[in-house]
């Protein structure tokens, strides 16, 4: 069975610049999480999705982060325009139901804004 | 709302001894308690989980949690430390909603 993929692995790009991440969760998992990982603390919970429908954003900074999952399937996250801030791990996730199943994690995608 | 601590940032033993990684949570209902481990450049694989089934619980590569509701802890233990076990621990609580990550805990295993 296929793990969550996510794509790319590394981005390095410049302040004010737009970047997106790409996600493929395992098959027939309901459940995507978008999570933030800064150096040196446990993930960050950005937004989850049941199927197509965001439930849960109050985390995600809405003014430059946007995230959809169309299909209810594959997810993009994006940053407009990025900040030295942002720079962090951004890890996606997947679970069969909501947040007391199990989620599996992909490799994640370390962002460095310079 | 409920919140994770880990109890020490970097811990360091010695290949063979016994390995304990603290965990306290906080919850306002009955919690689901979470392991996972990060290897360098790489996601979070779970450990094991709790689900109120049994206090003790046993996860992959000879690792185990008990969980003590009286001490609202969830430590996780490994008698015997090998070399492969170094790597970022990170303990999580759950709720029909929300999961929460304490900061993670990284541990050393020295030769």
């Known amino acids: 069975e296929a793990g969550v993929v996510q794509s790319p692995r590394y981005k390095i790009i410049e302040k004010k610049q737009p970047v997106a991440f790409w996600c493929n969760p395992i098959?027939?998992?309901?459940?995507l999480y978008w999570y933030r990982q800064n150096l040196g603390q446990g993930p960050e919970l950005l937004i989850r999705y049941e199927n197509e429908e965001a439930v849960d954003d109050s985390q995600l900074p809405k003014d430059r982060f946007s995230a959809e999952r169309l299909k209810g399937v594959d997810s993009t996250l994006k940053i407009q325009p990025a900040e030295l801030g942002d720079s962090a791990v951004y890890l996606c996730a997947s679970s069969l139901s909501p947040s007391t199943d199990t989620q599996y994690f992909g490799p994640g995608t370390r962002l460095t804004v310079l | 709302a409920q919140s994770v601590t880990q109890l020490g940032s970097h811990v360091s033993v010695s290949e063979g001894a016994l390995v304990l990684l603290r965990c306290n949570y906080s919850s306002s209902v009955p919690p689901y308690l979470f392991w996972y481990v990060q290897y360098p450049n790489q996601g979070l694989q779970l450990l094991l989980k709790y689900t109120s089934a049994a206090t003790l619980v046993k996860g992959i590569n000879g690792f185990e949690a008990e969980f003590k509701k009286s001490e609202t802890s969830f430590h996780l233990t490994k008698p015997s430390a090998h070399m492969s076990d170094a790597a970022e621990y990170f303990c999580?609580?759950?709720?029909?909603?929300?999961?929460?990550f304490g900061a993670g805990t990284r541990l050393t295993v020295k030769p």
């Open positions: 999580a609580v759950s709720d029909p909603d929300d999961m929460r």
């Open positions: 098959s027939g998992h309901n459940t």
